[in-house]
């Protein structure tokens, strides 16, 4: 295996991160404290919501939203199943079950006209994921669920900053979800964050995420020790102000990307739909010729890093066919043998970028 050159993802932390952290480490207040609330506030701000509600990861955002909203046993849930396994899991951690519509296979996000013949008396929300760094179809979505009396989730975990016919990610749905781990947009090493403008919703996130307690030694609900540090809040402090620049250069890689790769036989680059802000969390094209594996084996030889978002439908997962979570998505199928994604993250140079489309060449012109 030829060494690495250029990985597909690379955090950024620099010495205003640093510095944050060991304030906070000199303050003695390392747990939740002021920092957290701060954070809340101006991660609120950014997006444009009236409410945030940090936790410990993006999955612990997932789980505490679904709980939030009266999830649970019986009720039905409809996702999309190319996704990372934690939206279904979250949904299953209620007891819930998810249900799985299919993708478009342009932007790889939940297909609206997918949904409707999903839903039974059972349903209770629609769970879109906004992946690789661009929203779904909010409008139709948002429609479909007032139609039905539904609520709308937003996993945003991979799309900070992402906007949709000039509407903000984490800002369309009744409430959101953020994910802050090290490859993400930003991050706080690990974390997540619940964005919604609703205060009964809040409010209800803060009890699930501090053991089911409105004050100390207080539990209303059983709940969960899903709370944010203060250090890591004082980097997503760091990386708050940030990201906008972050984002800006992801697509401007992404531009010099989709120019150098437009004409490359057997590769569909990424699509932009519905007049967004697609942040690039992930550059993934779609190969149309040979095998995606052998397409990986030589870009990575040429020293360019992959990843793979995402190998497997959710429902053809081993431990949910063992659940009875069934699919049938044609499109998330085709997705899932055939995306592969590349670097476009902040660090890269020029010369890393033409690396990456020297080797998605060499790949195309061996495998077409």
């Known amino acids: 295996m030829s060494e690495i050159k250029v990985p597909v993802a690379k955090p950024i932390i620099g010495d205003e991160e640093i510095e ?16 957290v609330a701060e954070f809340e506030q101006k991660f609120a701000d950014w997006i444009g919501t009236k409410y945030a ?3 410990n990861s993006g999955t612990a955002a997932l789980h505490v939203v679904l709980l939030a909203c ?31 519509a299919d993708i478009d296979l342009k932007t790889y996000t939940l297909n609206p006209d997918s949904i409707e013949a999903l839903i039974t008396e059972n349903t209770k929300a629609i769970l879109p994921v906004q992946l690789y760094g661009q929203s779904a179809n909010m409008d139709k979505i948002n429609e479909i669920a007032e139609k039905h009396g539904l609520i709308v989730i937003e ?3 991979q799309a900070h900053g992402a906007t949709c016919n000039g509407k ?10 953020f994910s802050f781990y090290p490859t993400k947009n930003m991050t706080t090493s690990e974390g997540g964050i619940i964005t919604t403008n609703d205060e009964d919703l809040a409010e209800k996130a803060e009890i699930f995420r501090a053991h089911g307690a409105t004050v100390r030694y207080h539990h ?14 004082a980097i997503g402090l760091a990386q708050l102000d940030k990201i906008d620049k972050f984002n800006d250069q992801r697509i401007e890689n992404a531009a010099y990307l989709n120019e150098g790769l437009k004409d490359v036989e057997g590769v569909i680059t990424p699509y932009c739909a519905y007049d967004p802000k697609h942040v690039y969390h992930q550059y993934t094209i779609r190969v149309e010729k040979g095998e995606r ?29 063992s659940l009875g979570f069934d699919g049938d998505c044609p ?24 690396l990456v489309i020297e080797a998605v060449k060499t790949a195309s012109e061996k495998m077409c």
């Open 220 to 233: 209303d609900a059983i709940g969960y020790n899903f709370r944010m540090t203060d250090i890591s809040a």
């Open 331 to 354: 499109n998330a199928e085709i997705a899932a043998e055939n995306v592969i994604s590349l670097p476009v993250h902040p660090s890269l140079t020029k010369e890393d970028l033409d």
């Open 20 to 35: 944050n952290v060991v304030e906070v480490l000199k303050s003695g207040m390392i747990a939740q404290g002021p920092k």
């Open 155 to 157: 996993d945003a975990a």
């Open 168 to 177: 903000n990610v984490g800002a369309m749905g009744d409430i959101a979800c």
């Open 293 to 321: 594996d052998d397409w990986v084996d030589i870009i990575n030889e040429c020293g360019v890093g992959t990843g793979i978002h995402y190998p497997i439908p959710l429902y053809n997962q081993p431990i949910y066919k």
């Open 53 to 55: 509600v940090a936790v």
């Open 70 to 100: 009266g999830i649970g046993n019986g009720d039905e849930v409809i996702t999309t199943p190319f996704t990372f396994i934690a939206s279904g899991n979250a949904i299953a951690y209620t007891g819930a079950k998810p249900v799985f």
